[in-house]
């Protein structure tokens, strides 16, 4: 095996203990902020496999403002970097009510969405007040139909992803180092 190829097969399984490691979830409290009609956007990169996302808004208090939105409305797109005003991001799933209040909803107006097999990737999540889906308008400069104070959720993704801007976890730095390690001793062996 060539170096580079240790290399990539070492750091494919740090990834994958990552995300296996992790039965943990990910939860990102968030407010959208702005006039009212404006969109909420969360950008994240998953591992790949199946991915939940669950969302407690309505009645929700632990938020910034302390003031859940009332009937949230999620959409899923793939992130292809492209601007919130003329998105072309594909779209992968929309959901406005659920039955689902294993993290703490109270109110079946909050939004969950599922998926058994989930590219791994960089994904959009735009939230909105029912039923604004983006898919529909791909434009932040329409309304969202978020009004007035109620602007907080809170997102319960079942597996571990990154929220953009968050630097990588102490455990998912530790397996890095690990490999890293690992990596070293085999360099030095077969010298
Ligand atoms: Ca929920
Ligand atoms: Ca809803």
Redesign the pocket.
């Known amino acids: 095996m060539k170096f580079k190829q240790i290399v990539q097969s070492i750091f494919f399984a740090a990834l994958l203990g990552t995300a296996g490691a992790s039965s943990a979830n990910t939860v990102y409290n968030g407010t959208v902020a702005g006039a009212d009609g404006s969109w909420g956007f969360v950008n994240f990169g998953h591992s790949g496999g199946a991915l939940s996302i669950d969302a407690w808004a309505n009645g929700f208090t632990g938020g910034s403002t302390g003031f859940g939105i009332d009937?949230?409305?999620l959409s899923l797109f793939v992130n292809n970097g492209s601007s919130h005003s003329a998105f072309t991001g594909a779209f992968v799933g929309a959901n406005?009510?659920s039955w689902n209040f294993s993290d703490g909803s109270t109110s079946v107006?909050?939004?969950f969405l599922s998926f058994a097999n989930l590219s791994a990737g960089s994904y959009t999540l735009a939230i909105s007040h029912?039923?604004t889906n983006f898919d529909y308008v791909r434009n932040d400069t329409v309304s969202s139909g978020i009004h007035g104070p109620y602007r907080d959720f809170r997102l319960t993704f079942s597996q571990d992803v990154a929220i953009e801007g968050v630097v990588p976890e102490p455990q998912s730095l530790l397996l890095m180092l690990t490999a890293l390690a690992a990596l070293g001793l085999a360099v030095r062996r077969k010298t």
Do not use: G, H, K, R
Request: include cysteine; charge should be negative.
């Open positions: 009937d949230i409305y406005d009510d107006l909050d939004s029912c039923c």
